[in-house]
Structures are given as C-alpha cells and as structure tokens.
C-alpha cells in the first residue's frame, strides 16, 4: 500500500524553525518527484517546494525562497523540509505529494498524497 506521512509540524514563534518529513512507505521514493504543498483556511492551496527524481533539482515558491530548504534521504526513504525565519503567513498545513516522475525538473501533478500536518506560527 502505498502512503505518504508527513510529521515534524506544531507551533513555533516567529523566526523559529521547524522540519518536516515525509515518509514513504509500499515504494521506494528514488524514483519520485515530491512536493510540498500547503493549504490555510480559506486559501487555496499552493506549491511551496520541490525535488526531482533524477538529478535532485529544486524549486521553491518565491515566498519561502532563502528561508526553506528541501532535502532527500533515499536510503531512510524520506524527504525533509527544513523551515527557518517562519512567519506567521507560514502557518497552514502543510502536504507532501509523490510522483513516479524521470523528468529533470518537477511534474505539474501528483499522484500520492498525504494526510498532511499542521504548522503554526504565532507569538
């Protein structure tokens, strides 16, 4: 079965750090693209960053530029998002997403998603 769980959000104040993982479990993710995604209340969702399979390409919104960073660990099957200077416009949840993708750069779509966790920026 395939799954993807994310972990490692929760409340932070302003300027602080926080990672997120996300777990692959019923494939192995060095074939995969993932994105992160995040959604706030009332706001659509939007793409905060990507990784490509193949040559491990990143990409981020011009939001979190400077202050996120993407990573992937094949051999612990698990990408990570590491998060400094948050803001509180940060907050939302946040969602990683896999696709069986060979392309140099990130798909536009994903095929698995997971259930998402919650970061919360706030003095």
């Known amino acids: 079965q395939v799954q993807l769980v994310e972990s490692g959000g929760g409340l932070v104040q302003p300027g602080g750090s926080l990672t997120l993982s996300c777990a692959a479990s019923?494939?192995?993710?060095?074939?995969?693209?993932i994105g992160w995604f995040r959604q706030a209340p009332g706001k659509e969702r939007e793409g905060v960053s990507c990784i490509s399979s193949t040559y491990g390409r990143t990409a981020y919104a011009n939001s979190v530029k400077g202050r996120f960073t993407i990573s992937r660990d094949n051999a612990k099957n698990t990408v990570f998002l590491l998060m400094n200077s948050l803001k509180p416009e940060d907050s939302a949840t946040y969602y990683c997403?896999?696709?069986?993708?060979?392309?140099?750069?990130?798909?536009?779509?994903?095929?698995?998603w997971g259930q998402g966790t919650q970061v919360t920026v706030s003095s």
């Open positions: 997403a896999a696709r069986d993708y060979s392309g140099p750069s990130c798909p536009a779509n994903y095929d698995y």
């Open positions: 019923g494939f192995t993710l060095d074939r995969y693209a």
